[in-house]
């Protein structure tokens, strides 16, 4: 079984900037795509940006040029760096990990906009 803890979430004022971590219980190199999704109240979980094994990366139209997502395979971590933010980036995040054969979860880090 595979653990992926996320941190670095938090309360931050519009416009502020945030970094979310996920370590890994294993090397991310064996993984197809690591990466973020996210959920707000009352809405459905939506990817927010991946990264394949060779470094391909993938956002939601809603974050590009705000985020940007990078891997540490030395260190087993994913990490999401968060630029410009706004009230509807408010949700919990998850970081995802996906083989040929199976998905993961973390259980989430809560990120709230608030002025």
């Known amino acids: 079984q595979v653990q992926l803890v996320e941190s670095g979430g938090g309360l931050v004022q519009p416009g502020g900037s945030l970094r979310l971590s996920c370590a890994a219980s294993r090397s991310i190199g064996s993984f197809v795509t690591v990466g973020w999704y996210r959920q707000a109240p009352g809405k459905e979980r939506e990817l927010v940006a991946t990264?394949?094994?060779?470094?391909?990366?993938n956002y939601a139209d809603s974050v590009k040029g705000r985020f940007t997502i990078s891997r540490d395979n030395a260190k087993n971590k994913v990490s999401l760096q968060m630029n410009s933010l706004k009230s509807e980036d408010t949700a919990v995040y998850y970081c995802?990990?996906?083989?040929?054969?199976?998905?993961?979860w973390g259980q989430g880090t809560q990120v709230t906009l608030s002025s």
């Open positions: 990264i394949t094994s060779n470094g391909m990366t």
């Open positions: 995802n990990a996906k083989s040929w054969r199976d998905t993961y």
